[in-house]
């Protein structure tokens, strides 16, 4: 195919490709029973040829997932080789050594068929809302500890289920429903791909999608390694810190570009934790391996071909390439660390192109009590995100899930869905980083029970100490906030017993500043002011812009027209600051 097939035709081939995976991702969407899927979309899907190279993945996903998977779908292949394999069957596994590197991800495998011949596999991965164990921490000690451990095996034998594994899975896991509703939600959009893959084969006449594969997978290689060309050789280092467990964790990452390739190697970082933060290797390469992608040439297809130029090595034992059995069931606390730090480094080879510190990672909490008419217990995960850094050219997002890419869970859905309630959620005024450019804001959440029966909360969330840093002379984004309604503060990756009458703030953080914060438009200032996102001290604190505020220091509503810029004052007050 390759000598033969011209640019119109493969751009027509690959878009249906993009086209069939878009479809697997919204059957598993519309049919999940889980939150976490349908609103949040902590999911991957994609395709993959007969040796398990991944050629495309759908729109959304996370790279933890879609990374991830694109590794973990080789040690599928070498469980069930094709000569193991029927017609109707269905692979699973949530091992984290295997693929995304905690036991609540559970990546579903199809085989497709075209009569006695596989022709390519469908995969997707979904964060499942329970699997037994703890509830989802970071508390545990062993990997035992965090739930039910399903090695590759069969999901659906011959197009049957395997009852005898979905009786194992229920009987092990907390939601019973959605849990086996998630798993048959991802044998069923992968069907779906399957079937579409199929009609796709037929229409253009392919017997085969390898030789597709080899034509999209091969540009991607060629346009990724040209795009690493342009980064000037060394090796750039860079370190970060993350809150930890019981003591702070350090990230150091040397960056190495060679030519057309780039390694990265994390050694020097922290030894693996005794807590559940610890990260697999196969983790560890998916978030570097994206920032690469990200930072160098986002344009170019996530494939195989986009991975090959990048060598990722950590120190077995390290933090982020923990042994077994390691507790891992937070290891993304620490895994979205890493695209920050991996920017970092490049910075210096690559000025004016990337982005500040971020909030990353995204806070992860777990709720659990029961209904106040019927006693019922629920349980719900709630995804939340921070600012991210601000960028060379344009302030950071707000309330945006970088480098994960999950969604929030929208207020009405947790409140006709379960008893609680938030009491707010706004975006968090001065919490991104003063600079040319700010950064990003994060969240303010207040979350209450309706009921008089105990309740109790999981959080797993970082930056609390340790803020998104700045870039190129930005300044830090604001740290989290972990606060019950008592004043407490409590350890924020450990269960957390509630009163009925408590209420819990959740603060997010916000991202770093890019640039000297007095390179700031005063009038840009001003709008920021004027939209909540400022307040007028750190206006004149940070950079160096005097607002006066005309209304009533009572006044509740405030309108564009209640501020004025002084410019005058302005001029003064940055004089003084420099």
Same mark, same amino acid.
């Given at each position: 195919? @390759? #000598?033969?097939?011209?640019?119109?035709?493969?751009?027509?081939?690959?878009?249906?490709?993009?086209? $069939?995976?878009?479809?697997?991702?919204?059957?598993?969407?519309?049919?999940?029973?889980?939150?976490?899927?349908?609103?949040?979309?902590?999911?991957?899907?994609?395709?993959?040829?007969?040796?398990?190279?991944?050629?495309?993945?759908?729109?959304?996903?996370?790279? *933890?997932?879609?990374?991830?998977?694109?590794?973990?779908?080789?040690?599928?292949? #070498?469980?069930?080789?094709?000569?193991?394999?029927?017609?109707?069957?269905?692979?699973?596994?949530?091992?984290?050594?295997?693929?995304?590197?905690?036991?609540?991800?559970?990546?579903?495998?199809?085989?497709?068929?075209?009569?006695?011949?596989?022709?390519?596999?469908?995969?997707?991965?979904?964060?499942?809302?329970?699997?037994?164990?703890?509830?989802?921490?970071?508390?545990?000690?062993?990997?035992?500890?965090?739930?039910?451990? $399903?090695?590759?095996?069969?999901?659906?034998?011959?197009?049957?289920?395997?009852?005898?594994?979905?009786?194992?899975?229920?009987?092990?896991? &907390?939601?019973?429903?959605?849990?086996?509703?998630?798993?048959?939600?991802?044998?069923?959009?992968?069907?779906?791909?399957?079937?579409?893959?199929?009609?796709? /084969?037929?229409?253009?006449?392919?017997?085969?999608?390898?030789?597709?594969?080899?034509?999209?997978?091969?540009?991607?290689?060629?346009?990724?390694?040209?795009?690493?060309?342009?980064?000037?050789?060394?090796?750039?280092?860079?370190?970060?810190?993350?809150?930890?467990?019981?003591?702070?964790?350090?990230?150091?990452?040397?960056?190495?570009?060679?030519?057309?390739?780039?390694?990265?190697?994390?050694?020097?970082?922290?030894?693996?934790?005794?807590? *559940?933060?610890?990260?697999?290797?196969?983790?560890?390469?998916?978030?570097?391996?994206?920032?690469?992608?990200?930072?160098? @040439?986002?344009?170019?297809?996530?494939?195989?071909?986009?991975?090959?130029?990048?060598?990722?090595?950590?120190?077995?034992?390290?933090?982020?390439?923990?042994?077994?059995?390691?507790?891992?069931?937070?290891?993304?606390?620490?895994?979205?660390?890493?695209?920050?730090?991996?920017?970092?480094?490049?910075?210096?080879?690559?000025?004016?192109?990337? /982005?500040?510190?971020?909030?990353?990672?995204?806070?992860?909490?777990?709720?659990?009590?029961?209904?106040?008419?019927?006693?019922?217990?629920?349980?719900?995960?709630?995804?939340?995100?921070?600012?991210?850094?601000? &960028?060379?050219?344009?302030?950071?997002? @707000?309330?945006?899930?970088?480098?994960?890419?999950?969604?929030?869970?929208?207020?009405?859905?947790?409140?006709?869905?379960?008893?609680?309630?938030?009491?707010?959620?706004?975006?968090?005024?001065?919490?991104?980083?003063?600079?040319?450019?700010? *950064? *990003?804001?994060?969240?303010?959440?207040?979350?209450?029970?309706?009921?008089?029966?105990?309740?109790?909360?999981?959080?797993?969330?970082?930056?609390?100490?340790?803020?998104?840093?700045?870039?190129?002379?930005?300044?830090?984004?604001?740290?989290?906030?972990?606060?019950?309604?008592?004043?407490?503060?409590?350890?924020?990756?450990?269960?957390?017993?509630?009163?009925?009458?408590?209420?819990?703030?959740?603060?997010?953080?916000?991202?770093?500043?890019?640039?000297?914060?007095?390179?700031?438009?005063?009038?840009?200032?001003?709008?920021?002011?004027?939209?909540?996102?400022?307040?007028?001290?750190?206006?004149?604190?940070?950079?160096?812009?005097?607002?006066?505020?005309?209304?009533?220091?009572?006044?509740?509503?405030?309108?564009?027209?209640?501020?004025?810029?002084?410019?005058?004052?302005?001029?003064?007050?940055?004089?003084?600051?420099?």
């Amino acid at each position: 195919m @390759s #000598k033969t097939l011209d640019s119109i035709a493969l751009e027509i081939l690959w878009n249906r490709l993009l086209s $069939v995976c878009n479809e697997q991702q919204v059957t598993l969407m519309r049919t999940a029973f889980s939150t976490i899927v349908r609103e949040s979309q902590d999911l991957a899907c994609g395709v993959f040829d007969t040796r398990g190279y991944m050629i495309a993945q759908s729109l959304t996903g996370t790279p *933890g997932h879609i990374n991830a998977m694109a590794t973990g779908v080789t040690h599928f292949l #070498k469980t069930y080789p094709p000569e193991a394999l029927q017609p109707g069957d269905v692979l699973l596994t949530n091992d984290p050594w295997q693929t995304a590197g905690q036991v609540n991800d559970f990546t579903v495998l199809t085989p497709v068929f075209r009569g006695a011949r596989i022709v390519a596999y469908f995969a997707c991965t979904c964060h499942s809302p329970d699997v037994g164990g703890r509830v989802l921490s970071a508390e545990a000690h062993e990997v035992y500890e965090e739930g039910l451990r $399903v090695p590759i095996t069969k999901l659906f034998i011959g197009g049957e289920p395997n009852h005898e594994l979905i009786k194992l899975i229920r009987a092990n896991v &907390r939601t019973p429903e959605e849990t086996v509703g998630d798993l048959y939600a991802q044998a069923s959009s992968n069907e779906v791909g399957g079937r579409s893959l199929l009609r796709f /084969m037929d229409e253009f006449g392919l017997e085969t999608v390898d030789p597709l594969a080899d034509e999209i997978i091969t540009r991607s290689e060629r346009s990724m390694r040209q795009s690493i060309r342009a980064i000037p050789n060394g090796r750039y280092e860079h370190e970060t810190w993350s809150d930890g467990f019981e003591s702070p964790i350090y990230i150091k990452v040397a960056v190495t570009v060679r030519d057309e390739d780039i390694d990265i190697d994390f050694t020097g970082s922290s030894p693996q934790s005794e807590r *559940g933060i610890n990260v697999v290797m196969n983790y560890t390469r998916a978030y570097a391996s994206f920032a690469i992608k990200a930072a160098v @040439s986002p344009e170019v297809p996530h494939n195989e071909g986009a991975f090959r130029p990048v060598h990722v090595t950590a120190p077995r034992g390290s933090i982020l390439n923990c042994v077994e059995p390691a507790a891992v069931a937070s290891r993304h606390i620490i895994g979205h660390f890493l695209p920050g730090v991996i920017f970092g480094a490049l910075a210096r080879a690559m000025p004016g192109q990337l /982005m500040a510190g971020g909030a990353e990672p995204v806070w992860i909490t777990i709720w659990r009590g029961q209904f106040p008419q019927t006693a019922e217990p629920f349980n719900l995960t709630i995804f939340q995100c921070g600012g991210a850094g601000a &960028r060379a050219t344009k302030d950071g997002l @707000s309330a945006t899930g970088f480098p994960s890419g999950v969604g929030g869970v929208p207020a009405e859905v947790i409140e006709s869905l379960t008893p609680l309630v938030l009491h707010r959620r706004e975006l968090r005024t001065d919490s991104g980083g003063a600079g040319r450019y700010r *950064g *990003g804001l994060g969240q303010w959440t207040t979350i209450g029970l309706h009921g008089h029966q105990p309740w109790s909360l999981s959080a797993m969330v970082d930056r609390i100490q340790y803020p998104g840093a700045g870039l190129a002379g930005g300044l830090p984004g604001a740290c989290g906030e972990f606060i019950v309604s008592d004043g407490r503060r409590p350890q924020p990756k450990a269960l957390l017993a509630l009163q009925a009458d408590e209420r819990v703030q959740l603060n997010l953080p916000g991202g770093g500043g890019y640039g000297d914060p007095f390179g700031r438009d005063p009038q840009t200032v001003l709008n920021d002011v004027v939209y909540g996102y400022l307040s007028l001290e750190a206006a004149a604190r940070d950079h160096g812009v005097v607002i006066r505020f005309l209304g009533r220091p009572d006044q509740m509503v405030r309108l564009p027209e209640h501020y004025a810029l002084d410019l005058l004052e302005t001029e003064r007050q940055r004089a003084r600051l420099k």
